[in-house]
């Protein structure tokens, strides 16, 4: 038998019209009894009916799979799937975003559409079976916000377990590195435009256990929370008493407060430091190091407003 190429059809010879089927018979030991069979009636009939048989077996599988497999971790399953596609495209599975409120149907139409193996509806129900993670409350946990594009990941502190199914999580804040990783900072909370600590009801199937809360972790954070009610304190008294009526009088760029304003209860710098007014020189790119991430549209959107506001506070001796 001559083939051309890795993925030619088998050469055919004259009196030899099935060879991989003459190739399989000759790899069997002479004691095999499907060498009693006529030949060609395997690849004739024995074949096309395992092949009917093949599909009705993954159809029975993937309804079962999908039937039996709760939806958040269907959810799971394909968003990891979609990442991985976009990471590596010549060998991608799914090409499309999944909805996160796709029901069991689309989910189905989702494996025939893509030809998804069901190797990973296996995963995802066999790690199902061994039930969800083991989480009280105080524990740290990761847990996977699922978005339309794909999925990334939040970090809290269990506040309540509700029932076998979710958990209350108080959210803490989180840094981003220069290569894009995300590290969670438990000794801050998350808060909202509000000031609010940001807490959300998440699915604990969604969550990984990461750490556990100890006292001196409690002390941390509630002497974080202190200074941060002392400093809003301090912010409120200089404005009141005095900058407002400053930054008005002089008309400074931005005409009125309310940019000042943003700048000055920005909490996550140290407003009230006079040396880190001082040090904002030069360009935009030199004060980096000073501003962070935090007022990245100080520097887009409304930079003259900053120096504006460092004037101010440097000429009127503010935080003398």
């Avoid at 509806?121 to 409350?137: C, D, F, H, R, T």
């Avoid at 339309?148 to 029932?163: A, D, I, K, P």
Wanted: charged residues 30%; hydrophobic residues 35%; aromatic residues 10%.
């Amino acid at each position: 038998m001559v083939k051309i190429g890795k993925w030619a059809e088998p050469y055919s010879e004259p009196g030899n019209p099935y060879p991989d089927e003459t190739d399989s018979f000759a790899q069997m030991p002479p004691s095999c009894p499907l060498h009693i069979l006529p030949y060609g009636m395997l690849s004739d009939k024995i074949l096309p009916l395992i092949k009917i048989k093949r599909r009705e077996h993954r159809e029975q599988r993937k309804e079962f799979l999908i039937n039996k497999t709760l939806n958040v971790n269907l959810i799971l399953c394909f968003k990891e799937l979609y990442r991985l596609s976009k990471l590596d495209p010549q060998n991608a599975i799914i090409h499309k975003p999944v909805n996160t409120s796709d029901t069991k149907q689309t989910m189905k139409q989702l494996v025939d559409d893509c030809d998804i193996p069901l190797i990973y509806l296996e995963e995802a129900y066999k790690k199902q079976l061994q039930g969800p993670p083991k989480i009280e409350v105080g524990d740290w946990v990761r847990f996977a916000e699922l978005s339309q594009e794909c999925y990334c990941y939040g970090w809290g502190v269990v506040q309540r377990v509700l029932g076998s199914k979710n958990l209350f999580v108080a959210m803490i804040m989180s840094r981003r590195s220069e290569d894009y990783t995300d590290y969670p900072i438990f000794n801050r909370w998350k808060r909202d435009w509000c000031r609010s600590v940001i807490k959300k009801k998440v699915s604990i199937w969604k969550c990984e256990k990461v750490g556990h809360d100890t006292p001196e972790w409690l002390r941390l954070r509630n002497k974080v929370i202190a200074d941060y009610n002392n400093s809003l304190a301090q912010r409120k008294l200089i404005w009141n008493d005095r900058l407002e009526s400053v930054i008005q009088q002089r008309g400074e760029p931005g005409g009125s407060s309310g940019g000042y304003r943003s700048i000055w209860f920005t909490m996550d710098i140290n407003v009230l430091d006079k040396e880190v007014w001082k040090s904002i020189t030069g360009t935009k790119k030199d004060n980096s190091h000073i501003i962070q991430h935090h007022l990245w549209w100080c520097f887009r959107r409304s930079y003259p407003i900053l120096t504006g506001l460092k004037n101010i506070i440097l000429e009127e001796g503010i935080l003398d």
